[in-house]
Nanobody, 122 residues
Framework: QVSLVESGGGLVQAGGSLRLDCAAS????????MGWFRQAPGKKREFVAV????????YYQDSVKGRFTISRDNAKNTVYLQMNSLKPEDTAVYYC???????????????WGQGTQVTVSS
């Protein structure tokens, strides 16, 4: 498993942008598929985006397609989530996760960060 630490959350106005970083420890980061999930107040945690270990495949939740971009730098053990055109409904705690299976399901990710709060004001 890897240890994950997210950063980059904050308060932003609707229409603005934020970039979330997720730094991983360990020398096996490059072998993990990396995902981003989020949990809004009173709601279940949901899938946002995932990228294969090689960076060759990505999947997004429909509501963020065209606005969010997941990327990774295996040399820096870091995965990113660039969020543009943010909406109030994007407000949530965002988590990065690492898994051995390219999946949209929480259960397939064995390592999780502590989360970072993103708040979008209207």
């Amino acid at each position: 498993q890897v240890s994950l630490v997210e950063s980059g959350g904050g308060l932003v106005q609707a229409g603005g942008s934020l970039r979330l970083d997720c730094a991983a420890s360990g020398r096996t980061f490059g072998s993990y598929h990396m995902g981003w999930f989020r949990q809004a107040p009173g709601k279940k945690r949901e899938f946002v985006a995932v990228m294969a270990w090689s960076g060759g495949m990505t999947y997004y939740q429909d509501s963020v397609k065209g606005r969010f971009t997941i990327s990774r730098d295996n040399a820096k053990n870091t995965v990113y989530l660039q969020m543009n055109s943010l909406k109030p409904e994007d407000t949530a705690v965002y988590y990065c996760a690492a898994g051995r299976r390219l999946s949209l399901l929480e259960a397939d990710f064995g390592s999780w960060g502590q989360g970072t709060q993103v708040t979008v004001s209207s």
